[in-house]
């Protein structure tokens, strides 16, 4: 009967998978705050998209906007279906620009999917380990 070069005890298999899965668990962590920070910096990306969209939408909207009125009148409208066509189209475009900012700050795009998807890939592995070993050692 060949003898085997390298035999390992169950204490010493679950000793090592035991410090293998804390390395693990730490490393992971460090990919979670990774990816949670770029998540944070995304969200204040979008903050400030929509913070300087609103800041300068009011003062140049005002001055447009009285370009806009005065620019249909004289083609010919009345002065309430000028105010109402050109509040109306402005309406249009401070909506858009709202619904873009809020969509960069939904929460599925928070998630940190890739961490998530890690950390599902490594419990997967470290449970055919475990299942390894057992058939292992019953082999023995």
Known sequence: MATREYERSVMEVLSDLLTQFTTLLGKESQIARAEMSEKMTQMGMGLALIIGGAVLLM????????????????????PLWAAL?????????GLILLLIGVNCLKAEKLVPNKTIQQIQKDASVAKRQMRQ???YQRAA
């Open 133 to 135: 070993s057992d058939e």
């Open 59 to 78: 003062p140049a909207l005002v001055v447009l906007l009285e370009a806009a009125v005065a620019a249909l009148q004289q083609a010919g409208f009345a």
């Open 85 to 93: 066509i050109t509040g109306g189209g402005t309406l249009l475009v």
